[in-house]
T-cell receptor, first 113, second 115 residues
Framework: GAGVSQTPSNKVTEKGKYVELRCDPI?????LYWYRQSLGQGPEFLIY????????DSGLPNDRFFAVRPEGSVSTLKIQRTERGDSAVYLC???????????FGQGTRLTVV | AQKITQTQPGMFVQEKEAVTLDCTYD???????LFWYKQPSSGEMIFLIY??????QNATEGRYSLNFQKARKSANLVISASQLGDSAMYFC????????????FGPGTRLSVLP
């Protein structure tokens, strides 16, 4: 498809487990963003990639969160030792470098039980 | 510091009436963009309208227009002729082109259109 694709759409995991969330951006978009959204709130910035490198990771809440984008396209957000407070919708977006709006995926709803 | 402020947690509007959703922003970058997104209950984020900091004309897209007042640092969204399908969360966002190019979002306004 032509849009941003996120998998899985839903993920339920036990507290303490490791999870990976995948984002496949729009082809040709060099900028990729991860956000976390809790119910009734605005998207909270986590990390921004320009190409393969993390241009800004100041939003990652702690060292349990890590993201990669090894070939400058698909990105994976990794969460270690998940906690119940990590439960949220994780949104991925992509855009052209230096211009234009961000296009969002449908999100991954993560539930930590 | 909060970069995007949306002071209206919830708004009601009668169908076919116009409504203004407020957004103020804070930046020291001279080059930036302002965006509005709609998020219906389905959860998808839908881009509505964009205003660049150097654009002299207010942006318009169909029933959406952006009331850009640069000196006041405000970028209010105006929806004309409201429809029931406009009921959703609306987010204002900013992208600073010289300071990292990240998109920063406000807390949102929930709009309810009444029949």
């Amino acid at each position: 498809g032509a849009g941003v694709s996120q998998t899985p759409s839903n993920k339920v995991t036990e507290k303490g487990k490791y999870v990976e969330l995948r984002c496949d951006p729009i082809s040709g978009h060099t900028a990729l963003y991860w956000y976390r959204q809790s119910l009734g709130q605005g998207p909270e910035f986590l990390i921004y990639f320009q190409g393969t490198g993390a241009a800004d990771d100041s939003g990652l809440p702690n060292d349990r969160f890590f993201a990669v984008r090894p070939e400058g396209s698909v990105s994976t957000l990794k969460i270690q030792r998940t906690e119940r407070g990590d439960s949220a919708v994780y949104l991925c977006a992509s855009s052209l470098q230096g211009a234009g709006e961000a296009f969002f995926g449908q999100g991954t709803r993560l539930t930590v039980v | 510091a909060q970069k995007i402020t949306q002071t209206q947690p919830g708004m009601f509007v009668q169908e076919k009436e116009a409504v203004t959703l407020d957004c103020t922003y804070d930046t020291s970058d001279q080059s930036y963009g302002l965006f509005w997104y709609k998020q219906p209950s389905s959860g998808e984020m839908i881009f509505l309208i964009y205003q660049g900091s150097y654009d002299e004309q207010n942006a318009t897209e169909g029933r959406y227009s952006l009331n850009f007042q640069k000196a006041r640092k405000s970028a209010n969204l105006v929806i004309s002729a409201s429809q029931l399908g406009d009921s959703a969360m609306y987010f204002c966002a900013m992208r600073e082109f010289n300071y990292g190019q990240n998109f920063v979002f406000g807390p949102g306004t929930r709009l309810s259109v009444l029949p």
